[in-house]
T-cell receptor, first 114, second 115 residues
Framework: GENVEQHPSTLSVQEGDSAVIKCTYSDSASNYFPWYKQELGKGPQLIID?????GEKKDQRIAVTLNKTAKHFSLHITETQPEDSAVYFCAATFGRAGSYQLTFGKGTKLSVIP | GAGVSQSPRYKVAKRGQDVALRCDPISGHVSLFWYQQALGQGPEFLTY????????KSGLPSDRFFAERPEGSVSTLKIQRTQQEDSAVYLCASSLYERRQETQYFGPGTRLLVL
């Protein structure tokens, strides 16, 4: 079935350094790849997304890259700040007709050390 | 405008009790999703509504789970005869249209604990 693998499961970086989280997906028909940030006790919040007609998208300190041939996409956070500490989830929508739900990775707990 | 809201935020139930969880999507959003998030895991799909029509319920784990959205806005997820394995955070999300590349906006979730 549809599957999204996410690595690493935990990541610690010094404030100001960059953080990279990688995901792979199984369905080559996938065409939408959002990234969510979830803080303790809150619902997931969209931080950036990418659609399959582009290879890279950037929004201030956050960027996402997509390699459809290899079926993987990555989140890059530059100049990390303590408030970036949270759990990050990648997700994908799959190609089954009438299927609009997201399939999520298992999450990456990012800790930014001041 | 207001985001997705869910109530209650926390629910403690004794095993065997029935529970009802409410979701108020963003006004005008056509699509509504329910997800279940176990501790330390990513959200997993339960069911999908397009307006009042439940088009996909393939993720519901058993026939004890039932969802409805009778007027195409507010939705209720009902769990009958709750079991300990039902303990999780139940997330609701809505999106403006019924397209695969549409952004889904999540509510804060209802944390269910079954004792």
């Amino acid at each position: 079935g549809e599957n999204v693998e996410q690595h690493p499961s935990t990541l610690s970086v010094q404030e100001g350094d960059s953080a990279v989280i990688k995901c792979t997906y199984s369905d080559s028909a996938s065409n939408y790849f959002p990234w969510y940030k979830q803080e303790l006790g809150k619902g997931p919040q969209l931080i950036i997304d990418i659609r399959s007609n582009v290879g890279e998208k950037k929004d201030q300190r956050i960027a996402v890259t997509l390699n459809k041939t290899a079926k993987h996409f990555s989140l890059h956070i530059t100049e990390t700040q303590p408030e970036d500490s949270a759990v990050y989830f990648c997700a994908a929508t799959f190609g089954r007709a009438g299927s609009y739900q997201l399939t999520f990775g298992k999450g990456t707990k990012l800790s930014v050390i001041p | 405008g207001a985001g997705v809201s869910q109530s209650p935020r926390y629910k403690v139930a004794k095993r065997g009790q029935d529970v009802a969880l409410r979701c108020d999507p963003i006004s005008g959003h056509v699509s509504l999703f329910w997800y279940q998030q176990a501790l330390g895991q990513g959200p997993e799909f339960l069911t999908y509504f397009q307006n009042e029509a439940q088009l996909d319920k393939s993720g519901l784990p058993s026939d004890r789970f039932f969802a409805e959205r009778p007027e195409g806005s507010v939705s209720t997820l009902k769990i009958q005869r709750t079991q300990q394995e039902d303990s999780a955070v139940y997330l609701c999300a809505s999106s403006l249209y019924e397209r695969r590349q549409e952004t889904q906006y999540f509510g804060p979730g209802t944390r269910l604990l079954v004792l």
